[in-house]
């Protein structure tokens, strides 16, 4: 209502009283940072331009690109706004990597509205950054690729960049699966023209699925029209980082034996904590099992959990709070921001990972549980339709509590076959997934950059 418009008029005003000045003078520097300048010598530079580098699917995704590139004689660096050792992949600490930060000057929002505006702005001064980082120590960067965030694009382009940006989806329907208010969505207006127009700035478009291509084409009917849809490159597993697990116990144990009867079937949920992850159906479906079944299941529930985001923080809660209200808090472990080799620990007891965002554009977490030989339970939409071979590697649901509970039960009747299943995602994995062909595709469209 009328507070709701008051709080965004106060917001833009806060903005503009504070921030507009610096960003006017960064723009002034960045067409003085575009003039021509020489080439470094070398293997040829690749940089990456992501948000924030913490734990989640896009953030493995562009920690592999980088991996896979600087293995194949490139050298690398990856720029972010927000950088935290402890809540991070560890190739992006252990100095693997170069990782460069800026741009996290500016706040993540104003009087917790405006959250893609300042988005905008951080990835603006993080680029800027990189301009003069690249610029002045005669780095001679020759590509860059950017991905969540297509603003960036047109002035990587300007100083003489070629360009590849990463589409994980359209920022533009993610907000729209939230049911903005009539204020909000007059607000993401020119953000959203802002998204298709600095996306058709990039030389070349790559998307993580056909899903994924589908949706681009829909969100983006300008550029369906004017440019070639965009290639596919599939996020990758390091099926060598990652062995395949032994069977947990009560998959070898037998059935009509003690060990076998009592045994607890210990399943993993792997998300961050966001609503669209829809976590809740997992604690739902355990919920409906029968009495003596729910008794010998157990839920871990792990993921990235920021406390700056707020609605990490926020659903973290709720989850608990259903746990509670179901009745299964005692089912249900709870999990923040994991460190690899507890991750590691959780998908080793696990007898299956439980996947459950609907529509979910690729989702890497499928093909980390193969690639440990556990099967998948997931939703039949978006990415795991592409991952998921129902009923070889895993088994796909309806996103309803009761077909997801059916298939925990399936498990949990016979984890024998759920082990096969496992193995039979593994073989999977390493076919269809691995970095090597990933490593290969990548390399191959970053040699077209830079003989464009």
Known sequence: GTAAMGDWVWAWADFSTLLMPGLLGLIGFAALASRPRARGTGSPRVVFVHPDLGLGGAERLVVDMAVALQRRGFDVAIYTSFHDPARSFTETHDGCLEVVVRGGWIPRAIRGRCHILCAVLRSLSLTLSLVWLEWTRRRGACVAIVDQLSAPVP???????????????????LVQQRRPSAWQALYRLPFDALEEA????????????????????????????ARPPPAVLYPCIDVERQQPLPP???????????AGALAVVSFLSLNRYERKKNVALALRAVAGLPTELRARVHLDVAGGCDPRVRENVEYLDELRALARSLGIEALVSFHCSVSDARRQELMCKALALIYTPADEHFGIVPLEAMAAARAVIAVRSGGPLETVVDGTTGLLCEPTAEHVGRALRECVDDPAKAARMGAAGREHVCARFAAGP????LQHIVDEQLQS
Do not use: I
């Open 155 to 173: 002035l990587l382009r300007l100083v003489g960049l070629r360009v590849v940006f990463y589409c994980h989806f359209p920022d533009k329907l």
């Open 438 to 441: 990933f490593g290969e595709h």
């Open 248 to 258: 947990p116990a009560v998959a070898t144990a037998r059935a009509s034996s003690p």
């Open 198 to 225: 600095t996306t058709g700035c990039a030389h070349a478009v790559l998307v993580n699925s056909a899903f994924t291509r589908g949706v681009y084409a829909r969100a983006f009917p300008l550029l369906r029209r």
